[in-house]
């Protein structure tokens, strides 16, 4: 079964600074089974990237994903007020397994 | 647009059956979807419990396989979920989640529901 670990565990950082998530896989998955939430306290998670690098409906450009294999990242260029929440990934592969989430607070 | 509604009880005892329904509205839940049930325990992360198709076709987390069965009424345009043998673990919001497209070869929930909280005590 294949395992996400996402890093850093906490991310603090200032507005208008870039933020940086990794996740990695135990094993390679395919590109287009991975993909990252966001997620606010007392909200449902909001799908941000999907296919690893493609943004839905609706995502601010300053959202990317990129990676392949085992290595994935999730790019916040411009850190706005309201991206402050947790992050995850997520895979299908033989199962459906989400990273342990990354906390990006404000520093 | 679809929009998903979790209901049933917010509470129940240990060792009995959680049962709850996500109805589907603004859409068909015999579109090209595949139909999922999430969970997150109070100030946990996100754990996938399994998912069906309209076909009634599922797949479950192994480690909860034994004890989840996941249904689908396509009459009311509702699924369902049921956990049998539950214990305080099992607490948690709980959470439904349309895939993506069937079509599209991706795998990703586009659309979640608000969440139900489901506490196991006596």
């Known amino acids: 079964e294949i395992v996400l670990t996402q890093s850093p565990g906490t991310l603090s950082l200032s507005p208008g600074e870039r933020a940086t998530l990794s996740c990695r896989a135990s094993?390679?998955?395919?590109?287009?089974?991975l993909a990252w939430y966001q997620q606010k306290p007392g909200q449902a998670p909001r799908l941000l990237i999907y296919?690893?690098?493609s943004r839905a409906t609706g995502i601010p450009d300053r959202f990317s994903g990129s990676g392949s294999g085992t290595d994935f990242t999730l790019t916040i260029s411009r850190l706005e007020p309201e991206d402050f929440a947790v992050y995850y990934c997520?895979?299908?592969?033989?199962?459906?397994?989400f990273g342990q989430g990354t906390k990006l607070e404000i520093k | 647009q679809v929009q998903l509604q979790e209901s049933g009880p917010g509470l129940v005892k240990p060792s009995g059956t959680l049962s709850l329904t996500c109805a589907v509205s603004?859409?068909?839940?015999?579109?090209?979807?595949?139909w999922s049930w999430v969970r997150q325990p109070p100030g946990k992360g996100l754990e996938w419990i399994g998912e069906?198709?309209?076909?009634?076709?599922?797949n479950y987390n192994p480690s909860l396989k034994s004890r989840v069965t996941i249904s689908v009424d396509k009459s009311k345009n509702q699924f369902s979920l049921k956990l049998s043998s539950v214990t305080a673990a099992d607490t948690a919001v709980y959470y439904c989640?349309?895939?993506?497209?069937?079509?599209?070869?991706?795998?990703?929930?586009?659309?979640w529901g608000q969440g139900t909280m489901v506490t196991v005590s006596s």
């Open positions: 989640a349309r895939d993506m497209d069937d079509s599209s070869g991706f795998r990703a929930f586009d659309i």
């Open positions: 603004g859409g068909s839940i015999s579109s090209s979807n595949w």
């Open positions: 069906i198709y309209h076909s009634g076709s599922t």
């Open positions: 094993q390679s998955v395919s590109s287009s089974y």
């Open positions: 296919g690893a690098s």
């Open positions: 997520q895979q299908y592969g033989s199962s459906l397994r």
